[in-house]
């Protein structure tokens, strides 16, 4: 895999409070595919035939994506991971050259610009980054638009829920 450009990679080993299962044919090109992304790969499991069966793949700390050996099911999963600070066109240029299908950058209505990229294998992977520029007016939109009971940064909790 290539080396990542971003910050330095949480190599630990800890509880991940949250990962996502991809399914696929070929693990070294999953691997590949991914690194353009800014996946490493933390770790690599043996199977009982000593290939490798499982792959711990990880971008920034709990982002953790277990790759395992197998037949996938296209279309199947959709996992969305936070950006951080990249630059998302020259993301998807690294994945289009590494013969992944892309969307994006785009934005959304919910002030983000995504990149959507699908695998060999049928998954979907975005990488998601708010739009700074747009961040009063986000806050505002969301004030005014969503419900529920949450809190918006910058301001004190508050319950949107419309009675």
């Known amino acids: 895999m290539t080396e990542k450009t971003g910050p330095a990679i949480d190599r630990s080993i800890y509880p991940m409070p949250m990962f996502v299962n991809l399914v696929s044919r070929d693990l070294d090109a999953t ?33 953790d ?3 395992i050996r197998g037949t996938s099911v296209s279309g199947s999963t959709t996992a969305s991971f936070a950006a951080g ?10 994945l289009r050259a590494a013969g992944a299908e892309v969307t994006g950058p785009y934005d959304t209505s919910w002030f983000a610009t995504d990149v959507a990229f699908t695998d ?11 739009r700074t520029v747009d961040q009063r007016q986000a ?19 508050f319950n949107t829920d419309r009675q």
Do not use: M
């Open 139 to 157: 806050r505002e939109w969301v004030g005014g638009n969503i419900t529920g009971d949450f809190e918006v940064p910058g301001r004190t909790p």
């Open 85 to 94: 600070d990249v630059d998302l066109v020259e993301v998807a240029k690294r």
């Open 31 to 63: 691997q590949a595919l991914y690194a353009a992304a800014g996946f490493v790969a933390l770790a690599t499991i043996p199977g009982r035939d000593g290939a490798p069966l499982l792959v711990h793949l990880r971008r920034e700390k709990f982002q």
């Open 120 to 130: 060999a294998d049928g998954n979907k992977i975005v990488l998601t980054a708010p």
């Open 65 to 67: 994506i277990l790759v």
